[in-house]
């Protein structure tokens, strides 16, 4: 029995060597707190209840398995996997009470993520 072909990364940024797909996994919190915050509600507790409806953000290499996907985790773009798994270890420690966090460093995780993930682009993107 032969083994599948290892599938490339979706939408891979050249420049960072990261998916920019993974980028969704913050984006939905962004518009779940976004939209609390909109409606005058504490987004910071919207992301708790999305967490505990959804269970813990995944790690880049837990989206993407490397027995999956080819080039997961490469000289290119492992210390930008390194800090994306930071980013999601916090997250993830706050959603279970094991760490604390306020509004400004949420946004500053988005802000990470989204730099870590789109290299350069984010600048255009971010304007």
């Avoid at 290892?6 to 420049?15: A, D, T, V, Y």
Wanted: charged share 25%.
């Amino acid at each position: 029995m032969t083994t599948p072909p290892k599938m490339p990364i979706p939408q891979l940024c050249e420049e960072t060597g990261i998916s920019a797909d993974y980028e969704n996994v913050f984006f939905a919190m962004s518009l779940v707190y976004d939209r609390a915050i909109s409606k005058s509600k504490d987004g910071l507790q919207k992301i708790l209840e999305l967490r505990k409806k959804f269970g813990p953000c995944k790690k880049y290499e837990e989206r993407y398995s490397p027995a999956q996907f080819k080039e997961v985790i490469t000289p290119h773009n492992q210390w930008r996997v390194e800090a994306l798994d930071t980013l999601v270890n916090w997250i993830n420690a706050y959603s279970t009470g094991k760490a604390e966090m306020n509004d400004e460093g949420f946004q500053l995780i988005i802000k990470i993520a989204n730099s870590l993930i789109y290299g350069q682009r984010y600048a255009w993107i971010n304007k």
